[in-house]
Each structure stands twice: as structure tokens, then as C-alpha cells.
């Protein structure tokens, strides 16, 4: 093996760190360059303003019809934003639940367990549960196989007037690098305005988990 070739190993290693601790230090409140494209964000709310989130401006509500191809149950999320080439997604959905903040890791282990039963194949990465804006915040990212390429998912749950948020972004698995790190800055904007105030939220333990 000659020193060229291993010259050009590392500096191709190099060049791979620095690309990613490029896209590590991009910020969405500043802006983001992702595969040569521009992302600008905006704080956008849904469910009667009552849950806030930064959302890509380029991003948009993906067509019923398009949505019924790719989300083929009945039982698609409620909120589908999406691009242009329909390959980045962040849907929300609201459930319906009786759960208190502190059951957060029990719902976000419960969901888990459930896809790993639906599909064993999916591969699961980083999971834990942080404190947003004072919230409680479950998630878990996964690899998920598909008719066509495999896909980077990271969920995460949040409650909101005892009720749960159930978010998803994902993007193809061959820009995951890409975008973890601003899916995860995504998650972190979130913000819960609650109508019954937080010691509603919280009162007794015996509701049940998704």
C-alpha cells in the first residue's frame, strides 16, 4: 500500500469530519445549506396554536392525493408537511389520550416496542427522553426499509392537555448525516401552550399510554 494511497485516505477522513462538523454548527434560526440547497425556518402553530414548532418555509402541506399514496391507511397523521420532491417529511398527529407528562417514557418505550413488533427489520439508533422549553419530549431514531429506498426517522411525543403529540420527520436514509442533526434542532423548537394549565396536565398517574 503506497503513501499516496494513504495519503488520500485521510485526507478524505478529514474531509468527511469536516464536512460533517459543518453541518453540525448550522443553526435553523440562521439558516442551513443541505446538499446544495437553502433552507430558511419560521415558527409555525398548529392545533389551535396550542403546539408551536420551526418549520422549513419551503416546506408545504402535502396534496390529499399524494398523501393517500404515501400514507395509504385511513388513518394518516393530521398534519403532513412536506417539499417539493416529497422525499422530507414532518407530519404531526394529535392523539386523542389520558396521559400525565411524566408517562412520557413509558409512551415513547411503547411506541417503540409496537413498530419493533409491526416490523422487527427496523433498525433502531439514539433514543432518551429531554426537556424542551420546559416539556417533557420522548423520541427514538430508526432506519426503516421501503419499496424504494430506506428512510431516517426520528419520532418523538409530547403531551399536550393530557392529550399526546405524536411527531415524525423523516428523509431518505442516504442523507441522514445530513439531517439528523437538524431534525433533532427541530424537535427542540417545540413549544406546548396548554389550555388547562400544567397542574392539569399532571394530575394522578393512572392514565393509559399510547
Known amino acids: 500500500m503506497g503513501k499516496s494511497y494513504l495519503d488520500e485516505r485521510i485526507r478524505s477522513v478529514i474531509n468527511q469530519a469536516e464536512e460533517q462538523e459543518r453541518i453540525n454548527s448550522q ?64 407530519t404531526l398527529n394529535r392523539i386523542t389520550n389520558n396521559v400525565c407528562e411524566d408517562q412520557i417514557p413509558e409512551v415513547k418505550d411503547g411506541l417503540k416496542t409496537i413498530l419493533k413488533r409491526l416490523n422487527p427489520s427496523y433498525l433502531f439508533f439514539e433514543e432518551g427522553v429531554e426537556t424542551v422549553n420546559e416539556k417533557q419530549v420522548g423520541f427514538f431514531e430508526f432506519k426503516s426499509p421501503t419499496l424504494d429506498k430506506p428512510l431516517f426517522n426520528l419520532m418523538f411525543v409530547v403531551t399536550l392537555d393530557r392529550d399526546v403529540i405524536l411527531g415524525v420527520f423523516n428523509c ?18 417545540i413549544q406546548v401552550i396548554p389550555q388547562q394549565g400544567n397542574a392539569a396536565e399532571c394530575l394522578g398517574t393512572g392514565g393509559e399510554g399510547v
Open 172 to 189: 431518505p436514509y442516504e442523507d441522514y448525516r445530513e439531517w439528523r442533526p437538524i431534525a433533532r434542532q427541530i424537535m427542540e423548537s
Open 27 to 90: 443553526s435553523i434560526y440562521e439558516g442551513i445549506t443541505i446538499n446544495g440547497r437553502y433552507y430558511e425556518f419560521q415558527e409555525m402553530a398548529f392545533f389551535d396554536d396550542q403546539f408551536k414548532i420551526q418549520m422549513p418555509t419551503a416546506f408545504f402541506d402535502m396534496p390529499l392525493n399524494l398523501a393517500r399514496i404515501k400514507y395509504p391507511s385511513g388513518d394518516r397523521p393530521q398534519i403532513i408537511r412536506t417539499e417539493d420532491t416529497g422525499s422530507i417529511n414532518i
